[in-house]
């Protein structure tokens, strides 16, 4: 597995665990009208992981596992095209928390924060 898989998967592990406990996210959402957060550096752009709201906590990842696949690739389909039409790149689709991990310019992280569907956009930092 190449490092930037493992760090994925473990950002991906790491974030599933806090929305775990968050409960469903929704507590923590952004207002409407108001931008999702950028997490530490995030708001620079770089590599980043943008977690979606709707984490679909009532569908188990392994008892479920092709329904759950779909309902999030459903709910990325337009993250991924507006990352790729802004020239992200690396993009990675997670399931397991349903996010997306690409790297992208400053100026896409100000329009991803500004999508409803967005709960926040993270530093996809290597942890060590």
Request: hydrophobic residues 45%.
């Amino acid at each position: 597995m190449s490092r930037r898989s493992l760090t994925t998967l473990a950002t991906a592990i790491t974030l599933g665990a806090a929305l775990v406990m968050m409960g469903d996210g929704s507590a923590s959402a952004a207002t409407p009208g108001s931008m999702a957060p950028a997490v530490d550096d995030a708001a620079a752009g770089g590599p980043v992981i943008v977690v979606l709201k709707d984490q679909h906590a009532s569908t188990k990842l392994k008892a479920q596992g092709l329904q759950r696949t779909a309902m999030t690739r459903s709910d990325q389909k337009s993250i991924v095209s507006d990352i790729k039409a802004n020239g992200g790149t690396d993009v990675t689709q997670l399931v397991s928390v349903n996010a997306v991990a690409a790297h992208v310019s400053a100026n896409e992280v100000a329009r991803l924060r500004a999508n409803p569907a967005v709960q926040e956009v993270t530093p996809d930092a290597t942890i060590e």
